[in-house]
């Protein structure tokens, strides 16, 4: 799906992304971000803050994804 199975190596790695692939595992949000395939985690109680700084890190050029490895 739209280009994923060709990212998903390069993010996390050859072994990781062919058991994403191949079996079907499925991240819960702490992992994927851990492994860059989210930018940030907004909690419900924090949703509109956390929303609102990725916005303005975005309009400001100041990127929100950790340094890829």
């Known amino acids: 799906g739209w280009g994923g199975t060709q990212r998903l190596p390069q993010i996390v790695g050859l072994r990781e992304s062919l058991k994403i692939?191949?079996?079907g595992a499925t991240l819960?949000?702490?992992k994927a971000?851990?492994?860059g395939l989210v930018d940030v985690i907004?909690?419900?109680?924090?949703?509109?803050?956390t929303v609102s700084h990725f916005i303005d890190d975005r309009l400001t050029g100041r990127s929100v994804r950790k340094p890829s490895h």
Request: no cysteine; aromatic share 6%.
């Open 21 to 23: 692939i191949l079996e």
């Open 28 to 30: 819960n949000a702490q």
């Open 33 to 35: 971000h851990a492994a």
């Open 42 to 49: 907004a909690t419900p109680d924090h949703f509109e803050e």
